[in-house]
């Protein structure tokens, strides 16, 4: 979701009234719940016209439905309470709270990512692999990010050579971290692993820890090294978008997050992109990137990360598709 899709939605949210949000929230899962929550909590001085313009545009799409599992837990307590305070929070919390599941791998996506990371780096890296692999592939990113350097590159080379585990092995390891957080067990999730998913998570990562990562399973294995690299999606990668896409993509894309993302951008990809606008707003482009000062190396990868995320997420929606190698797409 952009960040004009998270403000028009956080806006909407608190238009609902508490009794609204409350059955919105219950269809969102906990990803979603964190992001809405933070939106919720930095509107400051919407005007009448914008929330107008919001809820005007969502009843326009009121007719699309859409169905989604429920998932709660503790952490939406704290996203809650930072969004809305703790007196209007409180009837909320309870009810969306009530009856939910926080078992076992389903409620550590209600946790932060270090506490995650704490809860379970000294697992064995096989189990740990089990585990991150039902988490969101961000969250699994961050979560690998807290580790030491030789833990990171074990688990990542396990994700990736990890091809399924015994439903009764599953329900072992649910059960011991449902006991670490005093939930319910109800999972659900099937085991997942592989190649495409190791490559998913190292997308989220900085670049630093990426090439670190990589140069451990090359040592291992070069040819798995190299299948996880054909299966990476990288900014540079834009440029294999049809234009269609692209015109899409930066539809999407907000034009401050395009400029600095574009800083560490290879010529070729600039001209593509400037070729997917109008002469006005490549003009205006060229003009905003000449006149941007340095950036931080650090702040481009993070904004063409941002961007990334949107690719990723136009691509599992199938509004695009994303060229790999011979005849494979990215899904």
Do not use: C
């Amino acid at each position: 979701m952009s960040e004009e899709g998270l403000q028009n939605s956080a806006i909407l949210l608190l238009s609902l009234g508490e009794e609204g949000a409350t059955e919105v929230f219950k269809h969102l899962g906990p990803r979603e719940v964190q992001k809405l929550g933070m939106a919720m909590s930095n509107l400051k001085n919407v005007t009448r016209d914008k929330v107008e313009e919001v809820l005007n545009a969502f009843r326009s799409k009121a007719d699309a439905n859409s169905s989604l599992g429920l998932d709660s837990g503790e952490y939406i307590r704290s996203v809650l309470t930072g969004a809305l305070g703790n007196d209007k929070a409180g009837n909320l919390i309870d009810r969306i709270l009530h009856g939910g599941d926080t078992s076992g791998i389903e409620g550590l996506k209600w946790m932060d990512s270090p506490a995650v990371a704490e809860l379970i780096r000294n697992e064995h890296p096989q189990i740990i692999a089990t585990i991150l692999v039902h988490l969101d592939r961000d969250q699994a990113s961050e979560v690998i990010s807290q580790f030491t350097e030789r833990l990171r590159n074990d688990v990542l080379l396990r994700i990736a050579t990890l091809d399924g585990i015994q439903p009764t092995a599953l329900r072992e390891l649910n059960d011991v971290l449902t006991k670490l957080l005093s939930g319910a067990n109800n999972l659900k999730k099937s085991p997942m692993g592989g190649i495409r998913t190791a490559a998913e998570i190292l997308n989220f990562m900085s670049a630093n820890i990426e090439g670190t990562i990589m140069e451990s399973v090359k040592e291992y294995d070069a040819d798995l090294a190299q299948k996880i690299l054909d299966e990476m999606f990288v900014f540079e990668n834009i440029i294999d978008i049809d234009d269609r896409s692209i015109q899409l993509l930066l539809r999407e894309t907000q034009s401050e997050s395009l400029i600095i993302a574009l800083k560490g951008a290879s010529e070729e990809l600039r001209e593509k992109i400037f070729k997917n606008m109008s002469q006005r707003a490549a003009e205006m482009l060229r003009d905003d990137l000449e006149a941007k000062g340095p950036v931080r190396v650090s702040e481009v990868e993070a904004e063409q990360k941002e961007i990334l995320k949107i690719v990723r997420r136009l691509a599992d929606e199938g509004q695009i598709v994303l060229g790999g190698k011979g005849d494979e797409s990215f899904v």
